[in-house]
């Protein structure tokens, strides 16, 4: 009996085939079952309901190709604004993204290049803008500790080919002599210090062989690769050889170290040994 009545009323024997509800009705309806008067309130679909609709939805195809309203993607924005994926939720997305083509290995033809850059050209939001400092520092303490993969160790020695600031290029005589001597942002005053006596082969091996052949540098840890690491005086004395100051960096981050602020580089590698437990008796220094 029940179904019969449900029969009879659906498809175009409904009174409402055709028609749509106006926005007022839409908001009335809206209004009245917000909040607390919504059947769902405070309750959640169990996982047997929840497959039930998943496996109702496989193979529907009602929005393929459908183009969202700017109006509508307005609002989608504003109901994300504020809001943070769950730890669930981002573990989730990484293994339904696994085997994806859209996911890590998928390379992006020309064409589809061309269209992501084109809305973009002349889009004053991106053009020139710079990251905040606290932008920056988010980014920096969601890297700091990870190692690249040798993949993307790999993508990023490509992507240098070519590149001017890459190995290879070379400098015209007059870059080279606005960047010698005083003018070089390496100048200390012309006094160079020689290294210790014990600042030998043996005792740079043994520095490597203690950071296993690896950067220290916490944001690289790249593997010598048929060229051995620089050893770093950590508080540039050359004269202090103790195994605490010492530890391996490769040629990019070393050079980073002496061309940069060299109080921040001298607390931020005091700390790091600290960490790693090797300079627990160390007295941090800027």
């Not at 890297?143 to 160790?153: D, Q, R, V, Y």
């Not at 690289?220 to 530890?247: M, Q, T, W």
Request: aromatic residues 6%; positive net charge.
């Amino acid at each position: 009996m029940v179904n019969s009545i449900f029969r009879d009323r659906s498809g175009e024997n409904n009174n409402f085939w055709g028609r749509r509800h106006g926005p007022e009705a839409r908001a009335k309806m809206s209004i009245a079952k917000a909040g607390e008067k919504h059947p769902l309130w405070g309750k959640h679909h169990s996982a047997e309901t929840k497959a039930k609709m998943r496996m109702s939805q496989l193979g529907k195809t009602r929005n393929l190709g459908r183009i969202l309203s700017a109006e509508t993607k307005a609002k989608i924005s504003r109901a994300h604004v504020g809001m943070k994926p769950s730890a669930e939720t981002i573990e989730k997305m990484r293994r339904a993204s696994r085997g994806n083509k859209n996911a890590v290995g998928h390379k992006v033809s020309a064409e589809a290049r061309l269209k992501m850059s084109l809305p973009n050209l002349g889009n004053q939001r991106r053009l020139g803008s710079k990251h905040t400092a606290e932008a920056k520092e988010k980014v920096r303490q969601a890297n700091f500790g990870k190692k690249p993969c040798a993949l993307a160790i790999m993508r990023m020695r490509l992507a240098s080919l070519g590149n001017k600031h890459a190995l290879g290029y070379r400098l015209t005589p007059e870059q080279l002599m606005a960047r010698s001597g005083e003018h070089s942002r390496l100048w200390r005053g012309g006094i160079h210090v020689p290294y210790g006596l014990g600042f030998n082969r043996n005792m740079r091996g043994a520095i490597r062989k203690r950071d296993d052949y690896l950067c220290q540098n916490p944001q690289c840890y790249l593997p010598e690769n048929g060229r051995r690491h620089a050893i770093h005086h950590i508080d540039f004395s050359k004269g202090n050889n103790d195994p605490v100051n010492l530890l391996t960096l490769c040629a990019s981050c070393h050079t980073k170290t002496t061309a940069g602020n060299r109080a921040h580089w001298i607390e931020y590698y005091q700390a790091l040994q600290v960490v790693r437990g090797i300079g627990a008796t160390m007295e941090l220094r800027a």
